[in-house]
């Protein structure tokens, strides 16, 4: 498989997942398109040339209760950066929420942030392969 297309991830509303991935991190909106009782809503962060994200908003008690757990309280989205310290600084500025200071590990800077909806994400700047 060359590689991952798309994900979703689930925001209480199209407008609401805009306005935080694109107004507060600088995610760049790819597609609003509208659809019969949708939207098709996707973004990406800025540089990213093949995965893109789906907002999508829940259509179902289900994916209600999904909203902000979707992967179970894991850290479930992996947000890479060429220079950590300026874009924890960054989101910071921005009013990002961050579970924890930032720490080395063997794989690289990271440090746990997480949307307004609590889906739990790193922060990281990979070392070098």
């Not at 509208?34 to 829940?58: C, D, S, Y």
């Not at 179970?72 to 924890?100: C, K, P, S, W, Y």
């Amino acid at each position: 498989m060359p590689h991952i297309g798309a994900f979703t991830i689930l925001v209480p509303s199209y407008d609401a997942g805009i306005a935080f991935y694109c107004g507060k991190l600088g995610f760049n909106l790819l597609q609003d398109l509208p659809q019969p009782g949708k939207r098709w809503v996707t973004i990406a962060p800025p540089g990213a040339t093949e995965t893109r994200i789906v907002l999508a908003e829940p259509t179902s008690e289900r994916q209600q209760a999904a909203l902000g757990n979707q992967t179970g309280g894991r850290i479930g989205f992996f947000l890479h950066t060429d220079n950590f310290a300026r874009d924890h600084a960054a989101m910071r500025a921005a009013g990002v929420q961050f579970d924890e200071e930032p720490r080395h590990e063997p794989y690289g800077v990271v440090a746990v942030w997480r949307d307004p909806w609590g889906n739990g994400w790193d922060l990281i700047e990979p070392t070098a392969t």
